[in-house]
């Protein structure tokens, strides 16, 4: 059997809805190779191991077991088991177009990168939560991404490695226990060994988080929890990421806004606020050195 041209890990929890959607794209992939797709269930308590087991059976996937231990630790159970030497990474509320592991893996190729990330929207007719949610972090990826060939902020659910630099760097820190900031240390880590990030924003994914208002209150609070643990909870003092400065903030904020119909700002607006206090109070009660 040919090795394959690309393998994709998506890790999933309690999400067997959305984890079909992702998965009908996923298996319609037209690669120059066989893409293999390996799919973690990290501890899922619905039928999702319903969905998966026959998928696997048919060898369409290969499905992974692990009990809760958060995405970081589940994705790299699926890192040690590809069998490719280009890694992709997406989410089980994400859909992906038919040409997306061929479009990363040429995008790797041709720029010498360690990692290549997309971008990322959310349907029109998504909830307001998750349009607020998807446009902080479209917002950042806009002011920290100006040099796109010098990327330091690229999204876990679009985004394609090289397999050496993976584990050259030792894959995602598991002290990420939820999702929040494990992504930033994993692309610190490659980019202090030397390696290039790449941000290709016509490489889109559809995004559809299920987010009500304290959904999206509490994943900003893990946010909160995630950046202590970046900035302060692993290293030595003087081996710690700079903050993000005011200068960044503001562009990131103005073009979140900008993403927000012009009748919707002021919820927008607030909804920014509402997640900064949530990302500082989640920040002042993470872990510490």
């Avoid at 699926?78 to 040409?99: L, M, Y």
């Avoid at 390696?195 to 893990?222: E, K, M, N, S, W």
């Avoid at 970046?230 to 003092?237: E, F, H, K, S, V």
């Avoid at 990131?252 to 607006?269: C, G, K, S």
Wanted: aromatic residues 6%.
């Amino acid at each position: 059997m040919p090795a394959p041209f690309c393998s994709v890990v998506l890790a999933t929890r309690n999400r067997r809805a959305s984890l079909a959607r992702a998965l009908a794209g996923l298996q319609r992939q037209e690669a120059p190779g066989p893409v293999e797709l390996i799919v973690v269930d990290d501890g899922s308590t619905d039928d999702t191991p319903d969905l998966l087991a026959p998928l696997a059976a048919q060898g369409r996937l290969v499905a992974l077991r692990t009990t809760g231990m958060g995405p970081a630790a589940a994705r790299n159970r699926g890192f040690a088991v590809a069998g490719s030497g280009v890694v992709a990474c997406t989410d089980d509320d994400c859909e992906v177009p038919p040409d997306w592991t061929a479009r990363l893996a040429l995008r790797l190729e041709s720029t010498g990168a360690a990692a290549v990330g997309g971008r990322v929207r959310v349907p029109a007719d998504a909830a307001v939560a998750s349009r607020v949610s998807q446009a902080i972090t479209n917002g950042f990826v806009t002011a920290l991404n100006r040099d796109a060939a010098q990327a330091t902020f690229l999204m876990s659910n679009n985004i394609a490695y090289r397999a050496s630099a993976l584990r050259d760097a030792g894959g995602f820190n598991e002290a990420f226990v939820g999702p929040g900031a494990e992504d930033r240390d994993l692309h610190l880590r490659l980019r202090q060994r030397g390696g290039r990030l790449v941000y290709a924003d016509d490489i889109v994914v559809l995004h559809r988080p299920p987010l009500t208002a304290g959904g999206f209150l509490r994943q900003q609070l893990g946010y909160g929890r995630g950046a202590r643990l970046y900035y302060d909870g692993l290293r030595p003092a003087a081996a710690r990421p700079r903050h993000i400065g005011p200068r960044d903030y503001s562009r990131a904020f103005a073009a979140a806004l900008a993403d927000a119909r012009p009748a919707e700002r002021p919820v927008f607006l607030a909804g920014i606020v509402a997640s900064q206090a949530a990302v500082l109070l989640g920040y002042l009660l993470g872990p510490r050195r």
